[in-house]
């Protein structure tokens, strides 16, 4: 009788198993796909071999590859949509209505900030990311019996997976660096612990919702989870991962899914993650020390001021905001604290960059959804398979619960891994819940959904192109072969994106500089189209050194100058440029001037409030060095050394960082910036050493 009831319950596995559609492995591949190569930024990557070995190696190793994984991805749930589209289904939608409506208008009016956006090719990347995140969300909420598992399972393998290789990476520094904390895939430990967040409530419930091996492989998984989160060294990354732990066991209450068993179960990982973090949480122990919080208060103090600067930014542009993806273009125009890419608030970034109505719509939607999950609990399927749904639909909430909650201080949903995993989860809770018998034809559904993703699509081969052709000009200058033709290709392909017009303009710059004048207007040309497309203080201060030092017309020198100071008013190498300049032109009061507004910023909460206040910022030197020479053309040789000595005292402490702190070795500098402080540090010593 044994014998003939495992056989038939190994045929229905099989049965269940044989019906998980192809469309749900696609979706499910995309799961695993994101953590592994959509966990980083396109910035500061070094660029990859230009063939199909080295962007596959990049693609899952240093992010520089962003745009190929974003495309991949899209084109898994374009894929997806299809074969599912092909087979007309008619299922119920689980998505409320009214949701419906609100993410229309979201999606709507992130794309309408475009129009006064201060960098429109990148608000139409930055919106095709979340065209592509909400089709995909849609597609999860589809996901019907076996398939609501399976895909929960991928999520489960996706955060073991991005685990794993930020415990290797522990254990690879660990013996060098006792408090490393852990980035893994991710761009920074706190994007890491946030995607963790969202997976481990899921790997947990998967254990509490299943019996046998498959309870002790998730329930590792689980734990690996949250060593890893230790491991980043995040604080609200632990905290959310606690919060996340807690919504999950307070909605198994009220859903009634707890046994002894299952309590039983949960209190033991709770004991395991206790006293895991006793003996792995060195990374955050060191940051929740009495020395250390008094040594980084300028973490949290950094973030509320970075807040108060785009709240101002959000003030000025109520509406339809500076546009999508354009936060660090615009954001230093209000800036009380240093440089930053990003909010440290979704929430909040999302208004300054796409209006007041956005954040509205946005929450509307998440108020709605809420509202639906809560009053379809009662009503929802017990069981999903032979699964039990209601601790799955529990740890969905904590997920769920964390990424909230995870929002309000970091801009997860910036990392496109950390924005599709939220929604993945959303759209399998309303999945999840929605009640039995509940039948409608969905066709039109699957029709606009597709059309959301063939209007994303050419944005992102268009971005992926130009990406890849930016990479092997990039690859090509690395090896010390200028490729001029490679920038203009990627120009072909992304007209509008200003970092290939900019990478362009330095290029002929550096060939002007080198005594090929033919150059000049190629790289005058190329950095004035890309301070046009692409608004940042950057391009016009390498117009402003073009014109000065190539061309030597110290009056556009100047008046570009003065246009990256009204982009970022606190842009301490442009002040220094724009004061010798000054200098020269016989400026002496202009030049005092701006030093001492340099000196009034190093006084100001600009300067005592920074994300690394570890390396002294040597900009300063210069503008002491700048006030001791216009001292000394006023024969006041006392206070020409008092500024110099003041000058070398940053100098000095700049070197000892240099030598004896990790995190400033690890942030090399350019040969040219080396030689300008070495000069500017032979001026100071040369100076004092003089018998006045």
């Known amino acids: 009788m044994k014998k003939t009831s495992r056989k038939t319950k190994t045929t229905q596995l099989a049965t269940s198993r044989k019906e998980v559609p192809l469309s749900t492995w696609l979706l499910s591949a995309v799961l695993v796909l994101a953590p592994l190569t959509a966990g980083r930024l396109e910035v500061g990557s070094?660029?990859?071999?230009?063939?199909?070995?080295?962007?596959?190696?990049?693609?899952?190793?240093?992010?520089?590859?962003?745009?190929?994984?974003?495309?991949?991805?899209?084109?898994?749930?374009?894929?997806?949509?299809?074969?599912?589209?092909?087979?007309?289904?008619?299922?119920?939608?689980?998505?409320?209505?009214?949701?419906?409506?609100?993410?229309?208008?979201?999606?709507?009016?992130?794309?309408?900030?475009?129009?006064?956006?201060?960098?429109?090719?990148?608000?139409?990347?930055?919106?095709?990311?979340?065209?592509?995140?909400?089709?995909?969300?849609?597609?999860?909420?589809?996901?019907?019996?076996?398939?609501?598992?399976?895909?929960?399972?991928?999520?489960?393998i996706a955060g073991t997976l991005a685990a794993a290789f930020a415990v290797r990476e522990y254990a690879q520094n660990v013996r060098e660096v006792p408090n490393w904390r852990v980035f893994g895939t991710f761009f920074n430990p706190d994007f890491l612990a946030g995607y963790l967040c969202l997976t481990l409530p899921l790997t947990l419930a998967v254990a509490l919702a299943r019996s046998g091996s498959v309870r002790w492989l998730t329930g590792f998984g689980a734990w690996l989870q949250a060593a890893a989160i230790l491991l980043t060294g995040s604080r609200f990354g632990v905290i959310c991962a606690v919060l996340s732990l807690v919504a999950t066991a307070v909605w198994m209450v009220f859903n009634r899914s707890w046994n002894r068993q299952r309590a039983m179960l949960f209190a033991l990982f709770c004991v395991a993650l206790l006293l895991t973090a006793g003996l792995m949480a060195r990374p955050l122990t060191q940051r929740v020390t009495a020395q250390a919080v008094q040594a980084e208060s300028h973490s949290g103090g950094f973030r509320i001021w970075t807040w108060k600067g785009t709240l101002a930014m959000?003030?000025?542009?109520?509406?339809?905001?500076?546009?999508?993806?354009?936060?660090?273009?615009?954001?230093?125009?209000?800036?009380?604290?240093?440089?930053?890419?990003?909010?440290?608030?979704?929430?909040?970034?999302?208004?300054?960059?796409?209006?007041?109505?956005?954040?509205?719509?946005?929450?509307?939607a998440l108020a709605t959804l809420a509202w639906a999950v809560v009053r379809r609990e009662g009503s929802a399927l017990a069981h999903i398979a032979d699964w039990d749904a209601r601790p799955l639909r529990a740890g969905l909430v904590g997920a769920i619960t964390a990424g909230l909650a995870r929002?309000?201080?970091?801009?997860?949903?910036?990392?496109?891994?950390?924005?599709?995993?939220?929604?993945?989860?959303?759209?399998?809770?309303?999945?999840?819940?929605?009640?039995?018998?509940?039948?409608?034809?969905?066709?039109?559904?699957?029709?606009?959904?597709?059309?959301?993703?063939?209007?994303?699509?050419?944005?992102?081969?268009l971005r992926m192109a130009g990406a890849l052709s930016a990479n092997a000009a990039n690859w090509n200058m690395a090896q010390g072969t200028p490729d001029e033709e490679g920038y203009r290709r990627a120009l072909r392909w992304e007209p509008w994106n200003g970092e290939h017009l900019l990478s362009l303009g330095l290029l002929c710059y550096g060939m002007a500089r080198?005594?090929?004048?033919?150059?000049?207007?190629?790289?005058?040309?190329?950095?004035?189209?890309?301070?046009?497309?692409?608004?940042?203080?950057?391009?016009?201060?390498?117009?402003?050194?073009?014109?000065?030092?190539?061309?030597?017309?110290?009056?556009?020198?100047?008046?570009?100058?003065?246009?990256?100071?009204?982009?970022?008013?606190?842009?301490?190498?442009?002040?220094?440029?724009?004061?010798?300049?000054?200098?020269?032109?016989?400026?002496?009061?202009?030049?005092?001037?701006?030093?001492?507004?340099?000196?009034?910023?190093?006084?100001?909460?600009?300067?005592?409030?920074?994300?690394?206040?570890?390396?002294?910022?040597?900009?300063?030197?210069?503008?002491?060095?700048?006030?001791?020479?216009?001292?000394?053309?006023?024969?006041?040789?006392?206070?020409?050394?008092?500024?110099?000595?003041?000058?070398?005292?940053?100098?000095?402490?700049?070197?000892?960082?240099?030598?004896?702190?990790?995190?400033?070795?690890?942030?090399?500098?350019?040969?040219?910036?080396?030689?300008?402080?070495e000069e500017l540090r032979e001026e100071c010593e040369r100076a004092l050493g003089q018998a006045w």
């Open 407 to 461: 929002n309000l201080v970091d801009s997860d949903w910036y990392i496109f891994a950390c924005l599709l995993a939220f929604w993945a989860v959303v759209g399998l809770m309303l999945a999840s819940s929605l009640p039995q018998g509940q039948e409608a034809v969905t066709r039109r559904l699957y029709l606009a959904h597709a059309v959301l993703l063939l209007l994303a699509l050419p944005v992102l081969t």
């Open 46 to 156: 070094e660029p990859a071999e230009p063939s199909l070995r080295g962007v596959l190696t990049a693609l899952f190793s240093t992010g520089s590859m962003l745009s190929v994984a974003v495309w991949g991805m899209a084109m898994l749930a374009l894929a997806a949509l299809v074969w599912e589209w092909a087979r007309q289904p008619a299922q119920g939608d689980a998505v409320p209505r009214p949701a419906r409506v609100l993410m229309i208008g979201l999606l709507v009016c992130l794309l309408a900030g475009g129009v006064t956006s201060v960098y429109r090719w990148g608000t139409l990347v930055a919106w095709s990311w979340w065209a592509v995140t909400i089709a995909t969300a849609w597609l999860f909420s589809q996901r019907r019996g076996e398939g609501i598992v399976t895909v929960i399972h991928a999520l489960a």
């Open 314 to 364: 959000a003030k000025a542009h109520p509406l339809l905001g500076t546009g999508l993806g354009t936060y660090e273009l615009a954001y230093p125009r209000y800036a009380q604290v240093g440089f930053t890419r990003l909010a440290h608030n979704s929430y909040l970034q999302i208004t300054a960059e796409a209006g007041v109505p956005a954040l509205i719509l946005l929450l509307g």
């Open 514 to 677: 080198a005594g090929d004048t033919s150059r000049v207007q190629d790289a005058v040309q190329s950095l004035q189209e890309a301070a046009q497309v692409m608004p940042m203080s950057k391009t016009w201060y390498h117009l402003g050194n073009l014109y000065r030092d190539v061309l030597s017309d110290r009056a556009k020198a100047i008046e570009a100058y003065r246009r990256a100071l009204e982009i970022d008013p606190h842009a301490l190498r442009v002040m220094v440029e724009l004061g010798k300049t000054l200098e020269q032109a016989g400026d002496r009061r202009g030049a005092e001037a701006l030093y001492q507004r340099m000196l009034e910023i190093e006084k100001s909460v600009y300067n005592r409030v920074r994300a690394v206040p570890e390396l002294p910022e040597v900009d300063y030197a210069f503008a002491y060095a700048g006030l001791a020479r216009l001292a000394m053309a006023r024969h006041q040789p006392e206070e020409a050394r008092k500024r110099y000595a003041d000058a070398l005292r940053i100098l000095n402490a700049d070197r000892s960082a240099r030598e004896n702190n990790p995190m400033a070795q690890a942030l090399p500098r350019p040969p040219e910036r080396e030689r300008a402080l």
